[in-house]
């Protein structure tokens, strides 16, 4: 096929659509058509805001258009790539078919590709055949969303669905391992918001407190069993939790405090209601929910280091 292919999104008011709905609509209406009868599985997975469902307009100003991967056996994977690069439209509902972005050179971007390939290539491992303590452990959880969030549109054999569900969170041991340690964090730097605020560096305190919200954030979505995905999109998944609700007015106040009393009372409540949250799970004999001094300095903390303890005995 001749191709003016470039590196452009529409300018001419094209209606936003979300990634996965316009991957899903070319899927059926274009994709389906040229390799019917062709055994094969297709699904918006990887990187990308859409794969999130964080997507907007905002989304579309630089590599937009239809995204999929088609999984197919490797001993067919070049001839349904031949069928897939020969017949596919400049452009889908106003959206190029081709493009680019930065050192990512115009192309289309219906992948053809066998899972156990891309799983491989994507993970560090195949998930169909093992998942050992060592992948768990060291498997960013941005990469595991990579896999079980986005959309799947065709999977026949349940290929995708196993391989989605083994993924689908951490065993019980490892969950514990990842709380622990996420509590540890918290203990490290807990009383260090108080310590910065009495020999006057108010900056140190705020830069404290900050990274106890975010790692409050990401202990929250452990405690709800969520991948939390890099830090763009950490407060959008966050928002999306049960417990962030109740939960955001404490940590807004601690963040927008403008002296340590207040930023103290914030970070307590913040604590205390995430503890409870935790307690509430079962995972371990119950740990006190009330913050304290920090031994006999004039700082509250809630004592991070007993959650993690808890949660070690119970590996």
């Given amino acids: ?63 937009w258009g239809p995204q999929l991967h088609l999984f197919v056996a490797a001993s067919e994977a070049d001839a349904v790539r031949k069928i897939i690069n020969s017949n596919l439209p400049e452009e889908f509902h106003g959206w190029p078919v081709y493009f680019g972005w930065d050192e990512v050179a115009v192309q289309h971007h219906v992948h053809v590709v066998p899972l156990e390939e891309w799983l491989k290539s994507h993970l560090g491992f195949d998930p169909q055949v093992d998942i050992t303590i060592q992948n768990w452990l060291t498997t960013p959880q941005q990469l595991l969303l990579e896999v079980t969030a986005g959309a799947v549109f065709h999977d026949p054999d349940g290929d995708l669905k196993r391989v989605r569900s083994k993924l689908e969170w951490y065993p019980n041991d490892i969950w514990l391992w990842l709380l622990a340690c996420q509590w540890r964090r918290i203990a490290q730097e807990e009383a260090f918001v108080g310590r910065t605020a009495e020999v006057g560096d108010e900056l140190g305190s705020r830069i404290l407190t900050a990274r106890i919200v975010r790692d409050l954030m990401r202990l929250c979505l452990l405690i709800e069993r969520r991948y939390a995905p890099y830090s763009k999109w950490l407060g959008s998944a966050f928002r999306n939790l049960r417990i962030a609700s109740g939960l955001t007015p404490h940590l807004d106040a601690a963040l927008k405090a403008t002296d ?49 303890e808890a949660c070690l005995a119970a590996i």
């Fill in 1 to 63: 096929m001749t191709s003016t292919k470039t590196n452009k999104t529409p300018n001419d008011g094209t209606a936003f659509v979300s990634g996965i709905d316009l991957a899903r609509m070319f899927y059926i209406d274009v994709v389906r058509p040229l390799i019917e009868g062709q055994s094969h599985s297709a699904a918006r997975l990887g990187s990308g805001s859409d794969v999130l469902g964080f997507d907007t307009p905002r989304s579309t100003d630089h590599g």
């Fill in 260 to 308: 340590y009393p207040t930023r103290e009372a914030g970070l307590c409540s913040a604590y205390e209601y995430i503890a409870r949250c935790y307690n509430r799970l079962n995972l371990t004999p119950h740990v006190d929910p009330e913050t304290r001094l920090f031994y006999k300095r004039p700082f509250r903390v809630i004592g991070g280091d007993r959650f993690a």
